[in-house]
C-alpha cells in the first residue's frame, strides 16, 4: 500500500535529474530546487538578494524525495526538503545537512464533502492520498494513530503526487489526503472537499515542517557559497514576510488563484531561523517517526542541523 505510484515517482525523479543537466558544467550558475507552492517560493527570489556573482536557477520538483536525489548527484547545490525527509534521509547514513528553515504549518486532512467520513475514525477501510517521506506522511500516521487505527493494516496509503490530490479526491479515486496549502483550501472553494482537521503536533513537536537542504562536502568544500545561499534565503523570506501582498501575488503565477491563496494564508508560514527549540523539535519529530516505524534509528542531530550560517544572519 504504501509505494503505490513508485514508478511514476522514479519517473519524476528521473525526469528533473535530465531536467537540470544541462546547468551541470556552469560554474557562473548555482542550482536551487524547491516546490512551486507559496511556502516554499523563497528561492524564487534569491536571485534579488545573493551576493555572488552567478545567475540562481531555480529548478521546481514535486516531493522531496526527487529533490533530494538531485542534491545528492549533484545536480543541485540546495534543495527544499521536509524535516520528516530529512530526518529518513540521515538517519540512512546521507550526507545531507539542513542549514535553514523554510516553512511551518500548511497541513490540513481533507475528505470528500457530503461523504460518510464524519470524523477521523471513520477512515477506517477508506483510501487515503499521500506523499511519502513528507511530513504530511507523518501527520497522517500520527493522527490515524491517535484514532486507534493502524496506518498500515486499517486504511489504504495511496501515493498521489500534492498537484493530482483534488483531481482524485472529486473523482472518487481517494476517500481522503493529506497534503500542504493551497490543495486543501482549493478543495474546499471548488466543493468537493471539506478540512476534517489540522493534524498539528503536540507542543513538543508543533508546526515545524520544511528547510533547505545541502550536502555536506558542499559545507566543507564550499562554505562561502552556503552562506551566500542561506543569506539570500533569510532575506528573501523577511521581505516577502514584510510585504504579504508581494509573497502571494508572485505565488499566484504558479497556477493558483490570489483569492484561494488569502483565504489560506493563515495556514501557511514562511521561515528561516533555527533555534535550539527548532532543533529540539526536530528530534522529538524524529523520535515519533521511529515509534511509527518510519525510521529505524535515530539520526545524529548534530550532523544533521548546521546552525551556523542562519546564525550569522542578524535577527
Not at 43 to 59: D, H, I, L
Not at 247 to 254: G, H, N, Q, T, V
Not at 280 to 308: C, H, N, W
Request: net charge positive; charged share 25%.
Amino acid at each position: 500500500m504504501l509505494f503505490l505510484g513508485g514508478f511514476r515517482g522514479a519517473m519524476v525523479g528521473a525526469l528533473a535529474l535530465l531536467m537540470v543537466a544541462p546547468a551541470w558544467s556552469k560554474a557562473s550558475e548555482v542550482k536551487v530546487g524547491t516546490w512551486k507552492t507559496p511556502q516554499t517560493i523563497q528561492p524564487f527570489f534569491y536571485e534579488k538578494f545573493f551576493s555572488q556573482n552567478k545567475k540562481v536557477n531555480v529548478f521546481s520538483f514535486t516531493n522531496p524525495a526527487d529533490q533530494k536525489v538531485a542534491l545528492l548527484a549533484g545536480s543541485l547545490d540546495m534543495c527544499g526538503t521536509t524535516l520528516a525527509h530529512a530526518i529518513h534521509s540521515s538517519s540512512l547514513g546521507q550526507p545531507v545537512v539542513v542549514v535553514a528553515a523554510l516553512c511551518n504549518k500548511c497541513s490540513a486532512l481533507v475528505v470528500r464533502k457530503g461523504g460518510s467520513v464524519k470524523e477521523v475514525g471513520d477512515l477506517k477501510g477508506k483510501r487515503i492520498g499521500y506523499v511519502p517521506g513528507t511530513m504530511h506522511e507523518i501527520l497522517l500516521r500520527e493522527i490515524l494513530t491517535r484514532h486507534g487505527l493502524s496506518p498500515d493494516k486499517d486504511v489504504y496509503l495511496t501515493r498521489v503526487d500534492f498537484f493530482d490530490m483534488g483531481m482524485a479526491l472529486a473523482r472518487g479515486g481517494i476517500d481522503a489526503f493529506l497534503s500542504g496549502e493551497p490543495f486543501p483550501t482549493i478543495a474546499v472553494d471548488q466543493g468537493y472537499g471539506k478540512i476534517l482537521s489540522y493534524p498539528y503536533y503536540d507542543d513538543s513537536v508543533g508546526t515545524i515542517n520544511a528547510g533547505m537542504l545541502v550536502k555536506r562536502e558542499t559545507i566543507e568544500r564550499n562554505p562561502e557559497l552556503v552562506r551566500a545561499l542561506v543569506d539570500a534565503h533569510v532575506r528573501a523570506t523577511r521581505y516577502l514576510q514584510a510585504h504579504p501582498e508581494k509573497w502571494l501575488k508572485r505565488a499566484s503565477s504558479f497556477g493558483t488563484e490570489l483569492r484561494i491563496l488569502e483565504k489560506a494564508a493563515p495556514n501557511m508560514e514562511l521561515a528561516w531561523d533555527m533555534d535550539e527549540g527548532f532543533v529540539r523539535k526536530a528530534q522529538a519529530l524524529g523520535e515519533r517517526m521511529q515509534a511509527l516505524g518510519v525510521i529505524q534509528k535515530q539520526p545524529d542531530y548534530t550532523r544533521l542541523f548546521d546552525r551556523s550560517f542562519v546564525g550569522k544572519v542578524a535577527k
